[in-house]
């Protein structure tokens, strides 16, 4: 079961927030992605392999990991206006990095993680300047090979992650659980088909969306020890999807996010 879970579960996920994605163009497609398809199934494993007290220090890790994808996101939007996706890469890779290591020697309880977490995703989208207008101009067809490629880095990541937490401990374990896989996957294919504003909006979209993130690792890190496994996913699983509702509702912070007639080819 266990297999399964990391073999199947997150890279579904990943598949179907892509999918949807591509229905209603990069921003909202980056705040599907901000959904957490992929530390969700992390800490689940975690809990069943580890133990629930062992997942609930990866889930307040996780919240701090944040500080980390946001930096990423911010880095990667502003050297995109300048360079190449590679050396807009590798720059949001050092500043993720940084920040990863510096918070690696600083485990923070779940309540001033939440803040600080919170506090970097909407800090960091103020900074794009998100606009909600989709680009104009050609658009390149999507890759057949791109659906599994973001399956295959997904299910990668999520047992790297599960196999080594035993020698990375449950904080880093958590922090390595938010650091930008999937939105490397999804920032670069973006900035190479569609252009640097365009991978602005999907940033900024995917930082909006981390909120329901933030709720879920939250939840996981105060509830497992009261609910258990099963009854703190679930919970942080409604937390999240209530939250992410609340954002993408008609008159919320996302709604102005959403474009009208493009084209299948066109979706992130």
Same mark, same amino acid.
């Given at each position: 079961m266990v297999i399964?879970?990391?073999?199947l579960l997150a890279p579904?996920?990943?598949l179907g927030a892509t999918l949807a994605g591509r229905r209603w163009?990069?921003?909202i497609g980056g705040a599907l992605g901000g959904l957490p398809v992929v530390v969700g199934p992390v800490l689940a494993i975690l809990a069943l392999e580890r133990g629930d007290a062992y997942a609930a220090r990866a889930g307040a890790g996780a919240l701090l990991g944040l500080l980390s994808l946001s930096a990423f996101a911010v880095a990667y939007a502003r050297a995109a206006r300048r360079l190449a996706w590679p050396g807009a890469l590798l720059l949001a890779w050092a500043a993720a990095a940084l920040i990863t290591w510096g918070l690696d020697a600083a485990p923070i309880a779940p309540g001033p993680a939440l803040v600080l977490a919170l506090a970097a995703l909407l800090g960091g989208r103020r900074l794009l300047g998100v606009s909600a207008e989709p680009s104009a101009g050609p658009h390149a067809a999507i890759p057949a090979w791109d659906l599994g490629l973001r399956a295959g880095?997904?299910?990668l990541l999520v047992l790297s992650i599960t196999g080594a937490s035993a020698t %990375? =401990?449950?904080h880093l374990s958590g922090l390595l659980a938010s650091l930008p896989i999937l939105t490397t996957v999804l920032a670069v294919f973006t900035h190479a088909r %569609? =252009?640097?504003e365009?991978?602005?909006r999907l940033l900024g979209g995917l930082l909006l969306g981390c909120v329901s993130f933030a709720a879920f690792c939250f939840v996981v890190a105060v509830g497992l020890s009261g609910l258990g496994t099963a009854g703190s996913l679930l919970l942080a699983a409604v937390a999240s999807v209530v939250v992410h509702a609340l954002l993408l509702r008609p008159g919320g912070p996302g709604?102005?996010?959403r474009p009208a007639g493009r084209r299948v080819s066109d979706r992130v």
């Open positions: 399964a879970l990391k073999l579904g996920l990943v163009g990069e921003a880095v997904t299910a %990375l =401990g449950s %569609l =252009g640097p365009a991978t602005e709604a102005l996010a």
